[in-house]
């Protein structure tokens, strides 16, 4: 088993364009998550989803789109990219009713200049 | 809401002990997660406590008091590959999502 996969790995854009973060994962796992971490920071939620076609937001939602199209994958857009969104991404997954447990992917670094 | 407290750095000698303290506010309490990150790396489970008291998994323990509204991480016998981050988490009420406190960073020394 993969666990949980990101692509791309870094990414640098410029103000104003747009991308897409890709996350899998193959643990048919319910529940998915993107967090950003800014340095020396801790992890900050951005929307999550608790199954297919389902999404929420968390703590930092602005500036950010998100759709969970299959249970396996989540993604993460940027409509307008924003120096203030430079950080490193995580997207998470967890099984429904493994409250305490979060498998993470291995981050994307973005920078936006 | 909730929130958690840590302690941002933290630097001892290898094979000592060190405890990261974790305080908490919540609005209802269903545990607290810890996790370890080391740097360029992605955040890892460690221990959950659900209930009070001492759970403890090889070298790393932790411990819970609802009581207290406090936790704490235990590393014991210390490693050079001990140095990281370490981050306390709880879920909120419906066990969806994980509110992470700020992160200790603990440097061993040889």
């Known amino acids: 088993n993969a666990g949980v996969t990101q692509t791309p790995k870094f990414r640098v854009l410029k103000t104003g364009q747009s991308m897409t973060l890709l996350c899998a994962q193959d643990m048919n796992h319910e529940y998915m998550y993107w967090y950003r971490q800014d340095p020396g920071m801790g992890l900050r939620l951005i929307h999550y989803s608790v199954g297919e076609g389902t999404t929420a937001k968390g703590e930092v939602p602005d500036g950010y789109n998100v759709s969970r199209l299959k249970k396996q994958n989540f993604l993460l857009g940027l409509e307008s990219a924003a120096p203030s969104q430079t950080s490193v991404y995580f997207c998470a997954s967890k099984r429904r009713g493994g409250e305490e447990t979060q498998y993470f992917g291995p981050g994307t670094r973005l920078l936006v200049l | 809401g909730q929130s958690l407290e840590q302690p941002s750095e933290v630097t001892a000698v290898e094979g000592a002990i060190v405890q990261i303290n974790c305080t908490y506010q919540?609005?209802?309490?269903?545990?607290l997660s810890w996790y370890q990150q080391h740097d360029g790396g992605a955040p890892t489970f460690l221990s959950y406590?659900?209930?009070?008291g001492l759970e403890e998994t090889g070298r790393f323990s932790s411990f819970l008091s609802r009581s207290d509204s406090y936790g704490y991480l235990l590393l014991q016998e210390l490693q050079m590959k001990d140095s990281a981050s370490y981050f306390c988490a709880t879920p909120g009420a419906a066990g969806n999502k994980l509110t992470f406190g700020g992160g200790t960073r603990v440097l061993v020394k040889p």
């Open positions: 406590n659900a209930l009070d």
């Open positions: 919540t609005s209802g309490f269903y545990g």
